[in-house]
């Protein structure tokens, strides 16, 4: 195998294939990046058997040669050092070449590398999906609804399926919710798909590999393909192939948690809101729970605070557009309510609260589809 490439393309393709290779993996060929030349372009491919993603160079695109003098072949080099290797060669350009006894020879400028390859034969294969359970979305909405919901999954392993985004596939809307029992986070949109074509009601998709997944796919109107199968999601562009793991389990019936009126109703700008729950925050990060409270005031004031005794007070006033219904006093994580608002991109921000120990929902204004919610905290 041989071939001459652009340096800065080879960097960033095994950053995104990094990504799904590990140390701790059972399998130690795993621990290599496999590396295919063919005459269409360079295969980058990087597994840890939850993620495998496949990272395509083609050898000319719009006009543009990223990859010369391909003679084809295949190789898995070590993970450890190539991405750095390649990182610090000195000219745009990098050489790599194979020789019978899988050595690799890197050759950039005055610089030569050679490191010890393996079979590429030996690599596992990763599997094909024949599925017909397969839609289409533009990435820019993908990368919406990820950001909209993987905050909001469990980190704590107790309880597996919580890790996980799930999707739901009902009446013509794709529906993604994520929820550490604590809070929740959903995101819906309409999607035209003829309902014979797709069997999958709901699946559950690791959080980590959705966060992978955003930090690779472009922010771009292009589409991404993405395909079920019982135990595996495959995302597929042009040039990118990224299959997860989904999760087992049945994932718990959120509906019900979300409370169908409200006592107190808030309607506020987002941006006031999430910074003066910010700088309460400051003095509330020394309680475990990183909490505040949130008390309604006469003439449409909020007032926001944190009292920890061994650091100190403080008091935020927050001047809203809107409150109807009764007074309330409510505390809550100040984290998860920044998490919340964060991602709310609308100018005003809707807050329905059910009384002090229920949950309540924050909701953009003007769009029904996203919904966060908070349970509070218990404060005495």
């Given at each position: ?250 994932y718990p019936e959120t509906s019900r948690l979300i409370p169908d009126q409200s006592k107190t109703t808030i309607l506020t700008k987002t941006k006031n809101l999430l910074q003066a729950i910010d700088r309460a ?100």
């Open positions: 195998m041989k071939f001459t490439i652009q340096r800065d393309l080879l960097i960033e393709k095994t950053q995104h294939i990094m990504k799904a290779i590990s140390s701790r993996v059972t399998i130690p060929i795993l621990t290599g990046i496999k590396i295919e030349a063919s005459k269409d372009g360079i295969k980058l491919t990087g597994s840890d058997s939850d993620i495998s993603i496949e990272s395509f160079i083609p050898a000319e695109e719009d006009g543009v040669i990223n990859v010369e003098e391909i003679e084809p072949g295949s190789i898995v080099v070590q993970a450890k050092y190539f991405p750095d290797i390649i990182r610090k060669l000195p000219l745009k350009t990098v050489e790599i070449k194979t020789s019978e006894d899988f050595q690799v020879t890197i050759t950039s400028g005055g610089s030569e590398f050679h490191l010890n390859g393996q079979d590429a034969m030996e690599y596992p294969q990763l599997p094909v999906l024949h599925t017909d359970n397969s839609f289409e979305l533009s990435n820019d909405l993908l990368k919406e609804l990820i950001k909209q919901t993987v905050f909001a999954v469990s980190t704590v392993e107790t309880r597996p399926i919580l890790t996980g985004v799930n999707i739901q596939l009902e009446d013509n809307q794709l529906n993604f919710v994520a929820t550490d029992s604590h809070r929740l986070a959903s995101r819906k949109i309409p999607i035209q798909i003829e309902n014979d074509q797709l069997t999958f009601k709901n699946v559950v998709i690791p959080g980590k590999s959705l966060v992978e997944l955003n930090k690779i796919i472009d922010d771009n109107d292009e589409t991404i393909t993405i395909s079920v199968t019982e135990n595996q999601i495959l995302f597929q562009t042009k040039n990118l192939y990224f299959l997860s793991r989904l999760l087992d389990g049945n925050s400051l003095l509330a990060k020394e309680n475990k729970n990183n909490v505040v409270k949130l008390e309604t005031k006469s003439s449409n004031q909020l007032e926001i605070s944190s009292h920890t005794p061994e650091v100190g007070q403080v008091i935020e006033e927050v001047h809203t557009e809107s409150i109807e219904g009764e007074d309330l006093k409510i505390s809550f994580s100040a984290k998860y309510m920044i998490d919340a608002l964060r991602v709310i991109e609308s100018e005003y921000v809707k807050i329905d609260f059910t009384g002090a120990m229920r949950p309540f929902i924050i909701k953009p204004d003007n769009d029904e589809h996203i919904l966060q919610l908070i349970l509070p905290v218990r404060t005495f």
